[in-house]
């Protein structure tokens, strides 16, 4: 049985903003315990990255009565120019509510700030370029007028061993600065590769519902790991906008679920499931691929798990 009896995406069209719009959000109802959530989808009308925001939703009635406003604040949203994108949390809302309306109320950019239909500054402010750029330099003084000098006789310089030292020693430090620019330029090459590393592994991973994702390719993902309590866990097909296609390895290792409902097509890897010594059914009602591991046998993907354990996987 899915946690959400009821989820149901609803577009939007009452935009007001020429920043940050929102396109549509995805109403998740759970009946049996009387509880509502709201995942939304902005888009980023602006050619520069989006730092944070903050909005104001109300929330009406069958009867378009309203419930209740509230102000919600992200303030680490990062949304590259021109791109939509989901914030990386979800909204409880009342559960008699039926539909909503947003109103922004602030957007942060990379060069300013949005602030109820006025522009600001973020960073410096944009009239100070064209004052600085454009402000006229004051006129050199005139040159005093040198009064002639007498030629003074030129002395005559010493050669000896004190000024062969100080050649030597200048040829020692000139070779030292280019050693050590290399040094350096090696350094911050292996921190700017490490960094993009690290930011396009990073970028591809995220959080729904307790269920860790990675993208595989466009929008389908995996499940990498889980971080909820529920003792009955419910894989839909759909994560918000995602589709689940596979189970990673390890997953689920050391779960506390009793339970484990698979309303999904996807491939379940070896040991997913490891060490869930409460789980004492899984169970498919869909087309399930299981991967075989090393010891060849299916149910190797619960390895460690309840000798009770009904594996029923169609």
């Given at each position: 049985?899915?946690?959400?009896?009821?989820?149901?995406?609803?577009?939007?069209s009452k935009n007001t903003s020429e920043v940050v719009n929102?396109?549509?959000?995805?109403?998740?109802?759970?009946?049996?315990?009387?509880?509502?959530?709201?995942?939304?989808?902005?888009?980023?009308?602006?050619?520069?990255?989006?730092?944070?925001?903050?909005?104001?939703?109300?929330?009406?009635?069958?009867?378009?009565?309203?419930?209740?406003?509230?102000?919600?604040?992200?303030?680490?949203?990062?949304?590259?120019?021109?791109?939509?994108?989901?914030?990386?949390?979800?909204?409880?809302?009342?559960?008699?509510?039926?539909?909503?309306?947003?109103?922004?109320?602030?957007?942060?950019?990379?060069?300013?700030?949005?602030?109820?239909?006025?522009?600001?500054?973020?960073?410096?402010?944009?009239?100070?370029?064209?004052?600085?750029?454009?402000?006229?330099?004051?006129?050199?003084?005139?040159?005093?007028?040198?009064?002639?000098?007498?030629?003074?006789k030129e002395k005559k310089k010493k050669i000896g061993k004190?000024?062969?030292?100080?050649?030597?020693?200048?040829?020692?430090?000139?070779?030292?600065?280019?050693?050590?620019?290399?040094?350096?330029?090696?350094?911050?090459?292996?921190?700017?590769?490490?960094?993009?590393?690290?930011?396009?592994?990073?970028?591809?991973?995220?959080?729904?519902?307790?269920?860790?994702?990675?993208?595989?390719?466009?929008?389908?993902?995996?499940?990498?790991?889980?971080?909820?309590?529920?003792?009955?866990?419910?894989?839909?097909?759909?994560?918000?906008?995602?589709?689940?296609?596979?189970?990673?390895?390890?997953?689920?290792?050391?779960?506390?679920?009793?339970?484990?409902?698979?309303?999904?097509?996807?491939?379940?890897?070896?040991?997913?499931?490891?060490?869930?010594?409460?789980?004492?059914?899984?169970?498919?009602?869909?087309?399930?691929?299981?991967?075989?591991?090393?010891?060849?046998?299916?149910?190797?993907?619960?390895?460690?798990?309840?000798?009770?354990?009904?594996?029923?996987?169609?």
């Amino acid at each position: 049985m899915s946690l959400y009896n009821n989820i149901e995406k609803i577009k939007y069209s009452k935009n007001t903003s020429e920043v940050v719009n929102l396109k549509e959000y995805i109403l998740f109802e759970n009946e049996r315990e009387e509880i509502k959530y709201i995942v939304f989808k902005f888009s980023n009308e602006v050619n520069q990255q989006l730092l944070g925001m903050e909005f104001e939703v109300s929330q009406y009635n069958l009867d378009g009565a309203l419930i209740e406003t509230s102000i919600v604040i992200y303030d680490k949203v990062l949304a590259k120019a021109n791109e939509d994108f989901v914030p990386n949390a979800k909204l409880k809302v009342n559960y008699g509510c039926k539909t909503i309306s947003v109103r922004l109320l602030k957007a942060a950019f990379d060069k300013f700030l949005w602030n109820e239909g006025e522009y600001e500054d973020n960073s410096y402010k944009f009239d100070h370029y064209y004052r600085d750029e454009h402000a006229q330099k004051p006129a050199p003084a005139p040159a005093p007028v040198q009064q002639e000098e007498k030629p003074k006789k030129e002395k005559k310089k010493k050669i000896g061993k004190k000024f062969e030292l100080k050649q030597q020693t200048r040829k020692n430090i000139a070779r030292f600065p280019a050693f050590f620019l290399a040094l350096i330029f090696i350094a911050v090459s292996a921190f700017v590769g490490v960094s993009l590393y690290l930011f396009e592994r990073d970028s591809k991973r995220f959080t729904i519902d307790g269920f860790k994702l990675c993208i595989a390719y466009g929008k389908n993902v995996s499940i990498y790991g889980y971080v909820g309590n529920d003792k009955v866990v419910e894989i839909p097909q759909t994560l918000g906008e995602y589709y689940v296609i596979t189970i990673e390895s390890g997953a689920f290792t050391d779960c506390k679920m009793e339970r484990v409902e698979i309303n999904a097509s996807l491939t379940i890897e070896p040991r997913a499931f490891v060490n869930c010594k409460k789980l004492k059914v899984i169970y498919s009602s869909e087309d399930v691929k299981i991967r075989i591991g090393g010891v060849g046998d299916p149910a190797d993907i619960c390895k460690g798990c309840s000798p009770e354990l009904l594996l029923n996987i169609i």
